[in-house]
């Protein structure tokens, strides 16, 4: 059964047709909307009506009428998408028409009507068998309904003599009520299973039909997997006694497809060549086939449960994810090594139906003599490890019959390790060499991370990711073919950081990475949102790090260690969940080096974690993110001890955050007197805010400097804006240029754009309209939206670049879009004068009011002239104006 999605209609289960094989560390299926969100739209007339003969023919009509409740429904059901396999079924639509809400009714055009393969991959020259009917409805506006008639006609029987299916609704469907018929010889009896669904039976001559109805009335944000099988309603109908029934099926058209003959049998003895022990000569094959045969994608004979036969995989050189398995099996067959093929899912499905219908999307093997599931199609996984997606997944063993499920991996199955080594140059720039390695599943990630890399300058990624870290600096990656198999992987990268620390005054550094460029895999682990279950599994990683100082050079604070650990169980509508986290780091100085040791570990019994579990798991991450952040304090002066950032800080600036600051003063005080920059800042604010002390702008600019000098970004920028925006006995705009640059030079946007300002006004500095320019851009690369306004102005100004209108408007409406008022401003004022775009009041309207309601008074007074005033002082006060805003 192919799903057939009419915009979010019934979900379906999927067949093994579309044979998936893409993974990744970062796929979880999640659904990270905080509440239900109506479409707005609702489906009125939703019925399938199926019937089936002896043969397993069968032919289905689906009728709908769905009304479109505000415009994003409009939009929404204007046009629809049905998949349908050319290969089985024949799809005709009729009835097709837009009901408009005055009576009139307006059919389709049959040219609105296209028929397209599902997928645009042309390297299988099966795909054009499934194909998508896609229907442009006209003039659909809100309180407007479309309607449509879809009959697909059976060609041939998926199963001959057998049908199988299952509906369900998902939670998150809008209300409605869903009609399922379903008509099939009595000779053919369906067993059926049923959850939150009415039912009836009937029996007319020799047939029986099933009716059914969803009613949904309460919807709710969609889970993992929807949930489907443990919460959603749903109905389940089968000809198939059971799964073994049903495996027995499949396994008699695959089974001859897996037959060594005399040349697989010749291959399969080079490749193992003198290898001895069967493990060794199940590796060399697996490796020999996720190397040699490509992935092509869906393969449909009989509907995508056939292979083709392993003597004609090999001759083609690829296949989809069948064709893999059943070369596998014909390669170990020729040595005499059992090999089954296993049907399992890849998406974020962690439970099979009741009764027994085609509910899996993708194959692999499994190999009873070393009790090990392997996937051939996952050419980056080296022999032992699956991807983590499989882990805990249901499987049919379509050989023998019987259901099972794939065990969770130990972490070190999952295992990251970073071993990076600074060393600090006498001129304050640095030598970096840093290893991201990986073993099982680690290493995957880090063959997918080199495969980028040969896809794209590597010097540029990594002048990017030293960008990133608010540094400026060159370098390369080095690291070995991630075709070849191993369990262990790794990627060596160098980088020379030009931007200097001075040594002759207090700084700090961080021991950070800079190998993977990709999020933090850790915070993945427990990508859970709004308190719902989430994906999870089990990972190891370890963080080693050094930093050489030269001579003359002292360190004078370091990060505390960590222990953190915890064990925690609960359950979700897949079983009880077990797991335990455990994060340790220590730092010691030896000399001139300073080292650096943290690991993380996470062990799960389950795929699915509770909501619960993602906050113990943040928490640890927590632990190790506040170490591995920790700033290294260098100091030209000899320290006399080296202070850990510690509990007592930690302790404080929890107090901060918590608007406990008699606390946060207690705690953060005597450090920021021994020259903890961070309990400087801090204070700095306190003092700046009255928060827990006397409001006091002297004191805030004392903690703000001595944290600045230290290279704080923080307290740079802080300091740059009392000194710029202050009471006059510490007002000094020269002086504020002066640290909005030095935090500028570390990335922060928002000392960029104010410094932008400042060259622009000529205030603090000479005015220059260049330099504002240049820094205003690398604010808004950011997402600045007060600096894509303030390009956008001098664009249309022509000030430090040549006037152009269309450009300034375009960046007015970029920041505009991302709700700033004064960007919402200027657009409104750009369509009301007609500067850099036609006139037009409506859209001048609709801009001022955006930025009225964000309290722009401006565009309030605007907006009464164009609404109501006309031709009033105000009108011809705001036309003087012009462009008001920078």
């Not at 389940?236 to 058209?253: G, I, K, P, W």
């Not at 409104?828 to 309601?853: F, H, L, N, R």
Request: aromatic content about 10%; overall charge neutral.
């Amino acid at each position: 059964m192919i799903v057939r999605t009419c915009s979010t209609f019934l979900a379906a289960l999927l067949l093994l047709l579309p044979c998936t094989k893409s993974f990744t560390a970062e796929s979880s299926g999640l659904d990270t909307k905080s509440g239900w969100i109506d479409p707005g739209w609702r489906r009125t007339v939703a019925r399938h009506t199926i019937t089936f003969g002896e043969t397993g023919l069968s032919n289905e009509v689906f009728e709908f009428e769905i009304k479109a409740l505000d415009e994003k429904g409009a939009e929404a059901i204007a046009q629809q998408s049905f998949q349908y396999n050319s290969h089985f079924d024949e799809l005709s639509s009729t009835e097709l028409a837009t009901l408009k809400a005055d009576g009139s009714v307006v059919v389709v055009d049959e040219r609105a009507i296209r028929d397209q393969p599902a997928s645009t991959d042309s390297s299988s020259p099966y795909f054009d068998e499934v194909r998508n009917r896609i229907i442009a409805f006209p003039h659909v506006a809100p309180g407007d309904s479309i309607r449509g008639r879809l009959v697909y006609k059976a060609k041939q029987a998926r199963f001959p003599g057998e049908f199988a299916r299952v509906w369900s609704e998902p939670a998150s469907q809008p209300p409605e009520l869903l009609e399922v018929i379903v008509d099939g010889p009595a000779s053919r009896p369906l067993r059926i299973a049923l959850r939150n669904v009415e039912h009836w039976e009937e029996r007319s001559n020799d047939r029986i039909v099933h009716r059914v109805r969803f009613r949904q009335d309460t919807p709710r944000p969609g889970q993992i997997d929807d949930e489907t099988l443990s919460y959603a309603a749903r109905f389940e109908a089968s000809t198939f006694a059971d799964y073994t029934a049903f495996a027995a099926t499949l396994n008699a058209r695959n089974a001859p497809m897996a037959r060594p003959d005399e040349k697989i049998a010749r291959l399969s003895r080079e490749i193992v060549g003198e290898a001895t022990g069967s493990r060794a000569k199940i590796e060399r094959i697996y490796n020999w086939v996720a190397r040699n045969i490509r992935y092509v994608g869906i393969g449909l004979e009989d509907g995508g449960w056939t292979s083709q036969p392993a003597s004609a995989v090999l001759a083609s050189r690829y296949g989809d994810c069948k064709a893999h398995a059943t070369l596998f099996k014909a390669l170990l067959a020729a040595q005499g090594i059992e090999a089954n093929l296993v049907a399992v899912n890849s998406q974020a499905r962690y439970t099979l139906t009741e009764i027994a219908t085609p509910n899996f999307d993708h194959a692999i093997a499994y190999v009873p003599e070393i009790d090990q599931y392997l996937d051939p199609t996952a050419s980056l996984f080296a022999f032992g490890s699956l991807p983590s997606e499989l882990a805990g997944k249901p499987v049919l063993n379509i050989d023998k019959g019987t259901l099972g499920r794939i065990p969770m991996a130990d972490p070190t199955r999952f295992r990251l390790a970073a071993e990076t080594d600074y060393v600090l140059g006498k001129d304050g720039k640095r030598e970096v060499r840093s290893v991201l390695s990986g073993a099982g599943v680690g290493a995957q990630l880090g063959r997918a991370l080199a495969q980028g890399l040969d896809d794209s300058d590597r010097r540029a990624t990594a002048r990017k990711l030293i960008e990133q870290a608010g540094l400026t600096g060159t370098g390369d990656y080095t690291y070995p073919n991630p075709r070849e198999l191993t369990d262990e992987y790794a990627i060596t990268s160098t980088f020379q950081i030009s931007k200097t620390i001075g040594l002759d005054r207090p700084a700090h550094v961080r021991m950070l990475p800079l190998t993977d460029p990709r999020r933090s895999l850790l915070r993945l682990t427990a990508r859970q949102t709004d308190g719902r279950p989430f994906v999870c599994r089990p990972l190891e990683y370890r963080e080693v790090a050094s930093l050489t100082v030269p001579e003359n050079t002292f360190f004078y604070e370091k990060p505390a260690p960590v222990a953190y650990s915890a064990t925690f169980e609960g359950r979700t509508g897949y079983g009880m969940v077990h797991g335990r986290i455990d994060v340790s780091s220590t730092i010691v100085l030896d000399g001139r080096t300073i080292r650096s040791n943290a690991v993380f570990r996470l062990t799960l019994d389950a795929p699915v974690c509770p909501a619960e579990f993602g906050s113990a798991i943040e928490k640890g991450v927590d632990k190790l993110d506040e170490f591995r952040y920790g700033p290294i304090g260098l100091t030209p002066k000899g320290a006399s001890s080296v202070v850990e950032v510690s509990a007592d800080y930690t302790e404080g600036a929890n107090a901060y955050v918590a608007h406990d600051f008699e606390r946060a003063m207690e705690r953060l005080k005597p450090l920021a007197e021994i020259g903890n920059a961070r309990a400087q800042a801090h204070l700095g604010a306190m003092y700046r805010d009255g928060s827990g002390t006397k409001r006091d702008a002297g004191e805030a600019v004392k903690w703000f400097r001595l944290a600045a000098e230290q290279g704080d970004p923080y307290s740079q920028e802080q300091l740059a804006y009392l000194q710029e925006t202050g009471p006059g006995q510490v007002r000094d705009e020269k002086q504020a240029a002066d640290w909005y640059a030095k935090a500028a030079e570390q990335g922060k946007a928002y000392s960029q754009a104010r410094l932008a300002a400042m060259y622009r006004d000529g205030r603090g500095v000479s005015q220059d309209f260049a330099v504002a320019f240049d820094l205003f851009s690398r604010a808004a690369e950011q997402g600045s939206t007060y600096a894509q306004m303030s390009l956008g102005l001098l664009h249309i100004k022509g000030q430090g670049v040549p006037q152009d209108l269309a450009k300034g408007v375009s960046l007015l409406r970029m920041a505009a879009e991302q709700n700033d008022s004064w960007a919402q401003y200027n657009l409104g004022w750009a369509y009301e004068s007609g500067t850099g775009v036609p006139k037009d009041a409506q859209q001048a309207i609709k801009w001022y009011t955006k930025a009225s309601d964000r309290g722009n008074e401006q565009a309030g007074a605007h907006l009464y002239e164009l609404t109501r005033g006309g031709g009033s002082f105000w009108g011809s006060l705001f036309s003087r104006l012009g462009l008001a805003r920078w």
